[in-house]
């Protein structure tokens, strides 16, 4: 009986200090097949890539959302002109040189064509970058999207 008590406290000890973690991970698929996945634990990386006209670098920052969605909150560029926004819902401002939006679109997935130009990947804050020409040729279709793995704990 006095062993049933340690073995219980034990586990109730365990289950305690253990931290219920949700680990996002990052998908990105070509012709249906995975090709990339990344942990991404701060849940927000950048897609970035040079605008086709401006041939300046726009940044876009995602956040991966507890349903896997993947959560577009701003944008980052260095011009204005074609294509590129000089106001939004949540706000347009100045800071540092760059023009910045606050926006909110969600997506389920994101789909895209590898550019020509250099620069066209994602960019993470760990440090660490992808370019989609390391994944693919250009002009292929992949596809972006993401998950949350629940811990067995939950």
Do not use: C
Not at 52 to 64: C, G, P, Q
Not at 83 to 111: A, Q, V, Y
């Amino acid at each position: 009986m006095r062993f049933l008590y340690l073995a219980l406290a034990v586990v109730v000890s365990l289950s305690a200090t253990l931290r219920v973690e949700r680990a996002p991970i990052l998908f990105i698929k070509k012709n249906g097949e995975i090709v990339y996945r990344k942990e991404v634990l701060s849940r927000k990386f950048i897609l970035t890539f040079v605008h086709s006209v401006e041939k300046t670098t726009v940044y876009e920052l995602y956040e991966i959302q507890d349903d896997g969605t993947l959560h577009l909150y701003e944008s980052w560029y260095s011009s204005l002109g074609a294509g590129l926004p000089s106001d939004s819902e949540g706000g347009f401002e100045i800071e540092n040189g760059l023009f910045k939006i606050r926006i909110s679109r969600t997506f389920k997935e994101i789909s895209l064509r590898v550019s020509h130009l250099d620069g066209h990947g994602l960019i993470f804050e760990d440090g660490s970058d992808l370019m989609f020409k390391d994944i693919a040729k250009v002009n292929e279709l992949l596809t972006l999207s993401s998950t949350v793995l629940k811990s067995k704990f939950e």
